[in-house]
């Protein structure tokens, strides 16, 4: 209470504000209007301005994702069926057991690639655990530290959890949304997705290969074949005034055969520029993804912890504990985080 300059009295009131914690139910009187709030019982967030759910464009993104799901199949088969055509004759023209070997090869490849693309794409990329909410005696305490409420699926969503507006639903340890794929990448199939990774690039690599064993053996010999041998022995002796020449012509006489290749060369010219394109990108993806599971984190979480200190620990025990490996391997893997502090001492 403060006397003003002409003998009146000023009284200051401190309003409190009452707000239902969504997670226990529980009424909370706060000093202040506050939009967001965590509650002293359960932990819960609470947010009192939610975003509204958008649904306008839900359906022209599922709609894309449906397209590029059908695109990268079309060209798996494209892949698969064009190089059987184009490459396998010239394989089993050079002995039969090159091409029975190079057939089991593909074979398995191709079950394996588009068998796992198959299970990372339809199945549940994590689905979050009921969990009990809004009554007191039934939630205990700190029983939802850190849990905020999903408006779009009216529902609790740990820390862990996301929500994505193109599946319309929350996923557990949800790492992105893959439009090619037509699904998330989370807790339930994000083994599934690094296999289908690796085994799309062992893929594409064998594939690039092939086709340049498959052109070699397609062009038509060379016009000037002494020559072309004197240049090849130039580059194997490794004389550096003439590597430069050497190689030139070479390339030329490659370029001048080219123009006589059949329709079957220039399909295993498109697959090998295809599959190399494809290998790089994917490969890049994989570096990534096993970049972030060796640090613990998602690409989500390594998105929300930039710009703050927080750091996870960078072991090999992350990759093994992730693609379920016996724990008794972890005792000789050190950290990174171990590694830095013997350093410092």
Not at 60 to 65: T, Y
Not at 187 to 211: D, R
């Amino acid at each position: 209470m403060e006397e003003s300059s002409q003998g009146s009295f000023v009284t200051t009131i401190n309003e409190d504000f009452e707000a239902v914690c969504w997670g226990c139910g529980l009424n909370l009187v706060l000093p202040s209007y506050a939009p967001i709030f965590k509650c002293g019982w359960c932990g819960a967030i609470t947010n009192q301005n939610p975003v509204r759910p958008e649904t306008k464009s839900f359906g022209l993104r599922r709609f894309r994702d449906r397209c590029f799901v059908v695109i990268l199949a079309v060209f798996m088969l494209f892949v698969i069926c064009g190089g059987i055509w184009a490459a396998y004759p010239v394989l089993f023209s050079i002995s039969l057991a090159c091409g029975i070997f190079h057939s089991v090869t593909t074979a398995s490849l191709a079950i394996s690639t588009l068998s796992t693309f198959i299970l990372v794409a339809f199945k549940c990329a994590g689905k979050p655990p009921n969990i009990l909410y809004g009554t007191h005696p039934g939630v205990g305490n700190g029983a939802l530290n850190n849990y905020t409420f999903c408006n779009h699926c009216s529902k609790p969503k740990s820390p862990r959890t996301h929500h994505c507006r193109t599946c319309g639903m929350c996923v557990l340890d949800m790492d992105h949304h893959c439009p090619f794929i037509g699904n998330c990448v989370g807790a339930g199939n994000h083994k599934q997705f690094i296999a289908f990774l690796i085994s799309a690039v062992i893929s594409t690599i064998y594939a690039a290969v092939m086709c340049v064993y498959s052109v070699i053996h397609i062009l038509p010999p060379m016009e000037n074949g002494a020559a072309y041998a004197s240049d090849m022995a130039h580059v194997a002796h490794g004389n550096s005034l003439s590597i430069l020449r050497a190689v030139k012509n070479i390339s030329l006489a490659y370029i001048a055969n080219a123009v006589f290749i059949s329709a079957r060369g220039l399909v295993l010219v498109y697959l090998f520029v295809a599959s190399v394109s494809v290998a790089i990108g994917l490969s890049v993806l994989l570096w990534q993804q096993l970049s972030y599971i060796y640090e613990g984190k998602t690409y989500l979480s390594h998105l929300s912890s930039q710009g703050t200190e927080e750091d996870g620990e960078k072991s090999c025990r992350n990759l093994l504990s992730f693609f379920g490996c016996p724990h008794s391997i972890d005792w000789h893997l050190p950290t990174i985080r171990n590694l830095r502090k013997r350093h410092k001492t």
